[in-house]
């Protein structure tokens, strides 16, 4: 009887790859949800669909991440290499090639705010774009009549402000555009604000100011878009924000950053008070040249009245009124048949004397020495200044000519002990002193040996 045999192995499943991925895709999605993973961020790559695509590694290992662009609402820094981060997300598989990765849920830095960290980001990246330099940043207007104040109108901010320009500028035209300073709504009102003065050109300068704060309330003034808007501002823009140690992105964009809403203010009320000063100064000025120019003129008038040019029409007069009391004798002696001719000579003579007006000839002739004055003053100082540029010609040529202009270029003059000039080798012996003058400093040399 032949011997039975039986085939007691099991028979064996056969996996296509897609069934095997997709169980253990289902074990890793099941036994690893909820996960908080903590490393280094390397191999970072942003896709042009927003998704972004790193690896998360330490000394001893590494894992694929994916963070897709919907989880990323609320973020404010960015991935990038080098940064340790926690990760909270799920395991799975991706098919295609594989592997499994971590779906990333949300991403923390690892000992920095994740605010600290997007400022120090933005901060970095506008600065290498220049939006920080001082060259593009514009001057205030020396006198500014209308300002405009971006803030918003129930903070304490608003009322220091306008108490302080009200007190020091009281005729100046304050437009204030009312915004929230916090909160997500915040960010769209500050830039329209901002586009909204710098297309109207209804302001001089811009304040855009704020009381102090935590980093989370000053946040929207850390914005790109705030950013953006302050530095394409056609009118200038003082950032007032926070207290003195705070600093925002705005703070580093703006023309003139100021410690405090308060300090913004002062700075436009201070280029009011220069202005005042630099008038003020002017006019003090104007008076002392004026005072001096009447005292000169006075002096020159006083003097010129003292001169026998100017005494020679009293002197007239004198003597024309002597002459007619000799006339008035001789007609009293003469014939009673001319009395009465000679005596109406008389009054006709002395109505010219009378008639004659002195003031108004030595105005006339105060006025023609003013005039020759002037013309003396313009040739004097023609003549001064032709004499002072040919004496500065030959100052220059006699420069020029200088024996030192020679030594400059690395000649030197040899003279013997006894201070000769030194023009052939003859003049001096073997073992003579010679003196050599340089252009900075003079040798005293010995003559070792002759050549001719």
């Known amino acids: 009887m032949g011997q039975l045999q039986f085939n007691l ?6 996996f296509t790859v897609s069934d095997l991925t997709a169980r253990i895709r289902d ?6 949800t909820d996960l908080i993973v903590q490393g280094e961020i390397s191999n970072c790559r942003a896709a042009p669909s927003g998704h972004y695509y790193f690896t998360l590694k330490d000394d001893r290992a590494q894992i694929r991440c994916v963070f897709f662009k919907q989880q990323q609402r609320g973020m404010k820094f960015k991935p990038e290499d080098g940064l340790q981060v926690t990760a909270r997300g799920s395991i799975s598989v991706y098919e295609a090639r594989g592997e499994y990765q971590i779906y990333v849920e949300s991403l923390e830095p690892v000992g920095r705010g994740a605010l600290q960290l997007a400022f120090e980001q933005l901060k970095k990246r506008l600065q290498e774009e220049g939006l920080f330099d001082a060259g593009r940043k514009k001057p205030l207007p020396l006198l500014p009549s209308r300002i405009g104040l971006i803030t918003s109108s129930a903070g304490a ?5 306008v108490r302080i320009l009200t007190r020091r500028f009281p005729n100046v035209h304050l437009t204030l555009y009312p915004v929230r300073v916090q909160g997500a709504e915040a960010v769209g009102e500050l830039v329209e604000a901002l586009k909204y003065f710098s297309k109207t050109r209804t302001a001089d300068v811009v304040l855009l100011v704020r009381g102090g704060g935590s980093l989370e309330d000053l946040w929207c003034f850390n914005e790109e878009q705030v950013a953006r808007a302050i530095a394409a501002s056609a009118v200038p823009v003082i950032s007032g924000v926070g207290h003195e ?13 100021a410690s405090t809403p308060s300090a913004a203010a002062e700075l436009v009320v201070q280029t009011r008070r220069e202005f005042d000063k630099h008038v003020s100064d002017l006019e003090e000025s104007l008076v002392s040249l004026i005072r001096y120019r009447l005292a000169v003129s006075a002096r020159r008038v006083h003097e010129l009245a003292g001169r026998r040019g100017f005494r020679r029409p009293l002197d007239i007069l004198r003597q024309t009124r002597q002459r007619a009391d000799d006339l008035t004798s001789r007609l009293a002696l003469g014939l ?11 009054n006709i003579a002395h109505m010219r004397i009378v008639s004659f007006d002195f003031r108004r000839k030595m105005a006339a002739l105060g006025l023609g ?3 020759c004055d002037h013309h003396l003053a313009v040739r004097m100082e023609r003549t001064i200044r032709l004499k002072r540029d040919r004496w500065e010609r030959l100052a220059l040529q006699l420069e020029e000519r200088s024996p030192l202009k020679v030594l400059e270029r690395g000649y030197a003059i040899a003279t013997d002990a ?14 003579d002193e010679v003196k050599i003058q340089l252009h900075h400093g003079r040798l005293s040399t010995e003559v070792k040996e002759k050549s001719n």
């Open 9 to 14: 192995q099991p028979e064996r499943r056969v």
């Open 369 to 371: 020495l003013q005039k």
């Open 27 to 32: 074990l890793l999605a099941k036994n690893f």
């Open 418 to 431: 006894a201070g000769n000039l030194l023009q052939d080798a003859d003049q001096v012996a073997t073992g």
């Open 245 to 257: 140690t705070d600093f925002t992105i705005a703070d580093f964009v703006a023309d003139v950053r």
């Open 157 to 161: 901010a608003v009322r220091d402000v």
């Open 336 to 346: 009673k048949a001319r009395l009465t001719t000679s005596h109406r000579r008389f």
